[in-house]
């Protein structure tokens, strides 16, 4: 019951964001209809930080603990995050095209979404080259918090030392927002929109993982 | 004390079965050469612009070592003697062994190539000191990633490809401030100049030094 409650009150919530992001919000100036975009990159980058933190977050847990459930929640949250990384390389990347001219330009920010790419690639062939259960949890564990270590060096340190094309509408020296406010409902309710997506696609995740682990454990 | 003495006697014991075979030397010392001849005759009498050289450099440093710091952990796997390493010190002691033997392999790679690489590609540059601090600290933050990497690939299967592959969006702060550096130690020479990309690069090597001696317990443990 609960979960139909969930997956509407999501559902709606989803359109009304979609609805007021293609017909209430005004145009920025030169980018045109393209501005549309801000309303889904920026969620889908933020959510695939989220489930990298979320990840790495479980292999502590593994770490610790040692129980094999944390384990599958930390490979989990690493697939779901590495959908939304995708969605936000490819969105980020139709948006260079649009306002700076090239699809794919090496600024800080898109390289720095570019390793999240690679880190989550890397942990699921270091977990498919590792054949025994215990060893592979525990390596890809090790490996998810290592690369979690060294994420902040892109995404704070080296765009406050090199200049970026990004525009910083949220981090910028002075922390003020300068959106319109309907552009600034939308972004906000597409943010907390997408947040509740991944957290609902992960809870039936979770549930997914357990009965596997109940079917191994009865046979 | 007991760690550093460890780790000493570990680098000691590293560096000496090393000059019996000399595999890794000779294998990290070739592949460099080898990548350095392979730019050299593609470039050819093109002058490339200073900044293609620059990431040319560290280029060829971070695939030579990708080719040849991994040997450190995957030879004590294949010759099995990691178990009976595991019993003679502390992890700690360990990681900071195999790091010191792969740091001075790395700088010794690049007391050869580094000068080969002026002389053949015909790359000047101003600030050799600034040079000299970039390619230093660029060293240890390289060899601290790579070293923790090696641990990691050793004890999985397809280690060659694996190696690379993990490294690199790990160790990609250190590239992208090591070629950064270069570039401005070709026109400046004031060590100033550069401060970003070195604070850079030792908050890095701080950094991933502490969170690899941290994690390796967990890693040498399996």
Not at chain 1, 19 to 25: D, K, P, R, S, Y
Not at chain 2, 44 to 51: I, M
Request: positive net charge; aromatic residues 14%; contains cysteine.
């Amino acid at each position: 019951m609960l979960n139909r409650i969930w997956q509407f009150g999501l559902l709606l919530w989803l359109s009304m964001v979609i609805i007021a992001a293609f017909l209430w919000t005004p145009l920025a100036e030169g980018l045109g209809e393209y501005t549309r975009i801000l309303y889904f990159h920026v969620p889908a980058a933020w959510v695939t930080v989220l489930a990298f933190l979320i990840g790495a977050f479980y292999s502590v847990l593994y770490l610790v603990k040692r129980n094999i459930l944390y384990d599958h929640l930390a490979e989990s949250a690493s697939q779901l995050g590495l959908i939304y990384c995708i969605l936000a390389t490819v969105t980020g990347s139709i948006w260079a095209k649009v306002s700076w001219g090239s699809f794919w330009n090496w600024d800080p920010r898109e390289t720095s979404i570019f390793i999240l790419l690679l880190i989550y690639a890397a942990y699921f062939a270091l977990r498919s080259a590792i054949e025994h259960e215990d060893r592979k949890a525990a390596l890809g564990a090790v490996y998810s918090i290592f690369a979690f270590v060294t994420v902040p060096f892109f995404v704070f340190i080296v765009p406050r030392v090199y200049a970026t094309l990004h525009p910083d509408p949220l981090i910028n020296t002075q922390a003020k927002i300068n959106m319109d406010s309907s552009m600034l409902i939308t972004f906000l309710s597409s943010l907390f929109g997408f947040t509740v997506l991944f957290l609902w696609m992960f809870k039936n995740k979770i549930i997914l993982v357990k009965l596997k682990l109940k079917l191994r454990n009865l046979r | 004390m007991q760690l550093l003495h460890d780790a000493w006697l570990i680098f000691l014991k590293d560096v000496r079965q090393e000059f019996k075979t000399r595999y890794s030397v000779n294998a990290i010392l070739l592949f460099a050469l080898v990548t350095l001849v392979a730019v050299s005759f593609s470039i050819g009498t093109f002058n490339a612009g200073s900044d293609i050289k620059s990431a040319l450099l560290w280029i060829i440093i971070f695939f030579s070592a990708m080719s040849g710091l991994s040997h450190i952990f995957v030879r004590e796997e294949d010759k099995h003697t990691a178990d009976t390493l595991k019993l003679v010190a502390q992890p700690t002691g360990i990681f900071l062994g195999k790091f010191l033997f792969n740091l001075v392999l790395l700088c010794l790679l690049e007391i050869i190539t580094v000068p080969l690489f002026f002389a053949v590609m015909d790359f000047e540059i101003k600030g050799v000191s600034l040079f000299i601090s970039v390619l230093i600290l660029g060293s240890v933050g390289l060899s601290a990633g790579a070293t923790m990497t090696a641990a990691i690939i050793s004890k999985a299967s397809a280690k060659g490809a694996l190696f690379a592959v993990l490294s690199f969006p790990i160790l990609l702060p250190v590239i992208i401030a090591g070629i950064s550096g270069t570039k401005i130690a070709v026109q400046q020479t004031a060590i100033s100049e550069a401060s970003g990309e070195l604070q850079m690069l030792f908050a890095y090597s701080v950094v991933v030094i502490t969170a690899a001696i941290l994690l390796f317990d967990f890693v040498w443990n399996e």
